[in-house]
């Protein structure tokens, strides 16, 4: 099994990205069975909690919206509530507590803090509720029922080869000089991104093929707090400062998603370098915009309406009284047990694809023609 801290490289399949069922490799089994779930149903008109984090990105605002409209559309009560943007654990404790008090019946949480929401999804589930974290893992705790999500180990592989592709495509032979940002500490999907990214990554640096300009490979090294961009920009400024002097060039920037590729982006041009090969995640609007125009080189999309869409599919499961669908029981290791898991695979997105990569999406397809 993969635990959070230590990723088996034997658990990704170049195949993830065809269906759902040859997502995961031999290291995981399709189910549609879980120990966790009690079968005893409830009201469809029952109150149904969301805890999200701050307003950071557009795909949690995104998410926000189609939460409360598809929760109500389904028939139940929506409390989708989002942590604030300075004390965000501590909000999203009480938050979660009043979710209880109210009587949810189903708790969906998007974790501030992996680690800081035991006592919380503790009183959940002495309450009856049903906990399903959503996207973020929650640690240390046995009272997770379920984790949905896209598949995030994948996602750090894509990164990284998109990378290396990006880079190949304007210099075929390195060595290639590079810079590695990582995500908030706090996220637990900072460092699956990062182990990911390093498993296509790290080859190529042991034999030299990979430079990173400054030395900084270690995680705590790279990691962006609070996933902000002014975090990332000011962190790429030093960096330009200190290792890229003179004519040294920086020729590609791991960068976990779009806001910090964006800020990395406005570095380096701030600094009159020549733009290098930044990848990201997310697939926000001016991201995408940046990919065609050519600057910003990749992100992924991770389609927020079909992980709302799944989630609300997992919540009439358990108020029927029914075992979600589960396509991996093995990988999600958060420490205290193994959690049931649905995981949605990712798509890279570059400016060769990305008119089919949204082709259905009505806020992006448009920026693509």
């Known amino acids: 099994m993969r635990r959070l801290v230590i990723r088996s490289i034997a658990a990704v399949g170049a195949a993830a990205l065809l269906t759902l069922g040859t997502a995961c490799s031999n290291e995981r089994e399709g189910s549609t069975s879980s120990d966790s779930a009690d079968g005893k149903g409830f ?9 999200l984090p701050a307003k950071t990105s557009e795909n949690w605002v995104l998410a926000g919206d189609l939460f409360s409209d598809g929760l109500k559309d389904a028939g139940f009560k929506a409390d ?85 592709d990006g880079m190949k495509a304007k210099k075929a032979k390195g060595p290639w000089t590079i810079e590695l940002f990582s995500g908030s500490p706090d996220d637990n999907n900072s ?47 030093s960096l330009l400062t200190s290792a890229y002097g003179g ?64 989630t609300i599919n997992m919540v009439k499961s358990v108020q029927k009284g029914d075992k979600p669908t589960i396509n991996d029981t093995k990988s999600y290791d958060n420490g205290k047990k193994v959690v049931p898991s649905y995981l949605l695979p990712p798509v890279i997105v570059t400016k060769e694809n990305a008119a089919e990569a949204y082709a259905n999406d009505p806020k992006l397809a448009p920026l693509t023609k």
């Open 191 to 237: 460092k699956v991104f990062f182990d990911g990214a390093m498993e296509v990554l790290k080859p190529l640096i042991d034999k030299g093929d990979i430079v990173v300009g400054s030395g900084q490979t270690d995680i705590k090294q790279t990691a962006t707090q609070g996933w902000k961009a002014e975090n990332a920009q000011q962190r790429m400024d």
């Open 43 to 51: 009201a469809k008109d029952s109150l149904i909690g969301v805890a």
């Open 247 to 310: 004519k040294k060039t920086l020729d590609g920037v791991l960068s976990p998603n779009d806001t910090l590729a964006r800020a990395i982006l406005t570095s380096v041009k701030g600094a009159g370098k020549a733009v290098p090969v930044v990848t990201g995640q997310d697939s926000e609007v001016e991201s995408v915009k940046s990919i065609m125009a050519g600057e910003q080189y990749s992100t992924i999309n991770k389609d927020t309406r079909k992980l709302v869409a799944e």
């Open 80 to 164: 989708v509530q989002y942590a604030g943007a300075s004390t965000t654990v501590a909000d999203q404790q009480a938050q979660i507590s009043s979710m209880v008090t109210k009587g949810a019946k189903v708790i969906v949480i998007g974790a501030t803090d992996a680690s800081q929401l035991a006592t919380q999804v503790s009183q959940a589930k002495e309450a009856g509720a049903t906990v399903i974290a959503y996207d973020r893992l929650i640690t240390n705790t046995k009272d997770v029922d379920y984790y949905i999500a896209f598949d995030n180990f994948k996602v750090g592989q894509l990164q990284g080869q998109a990378l290396i």
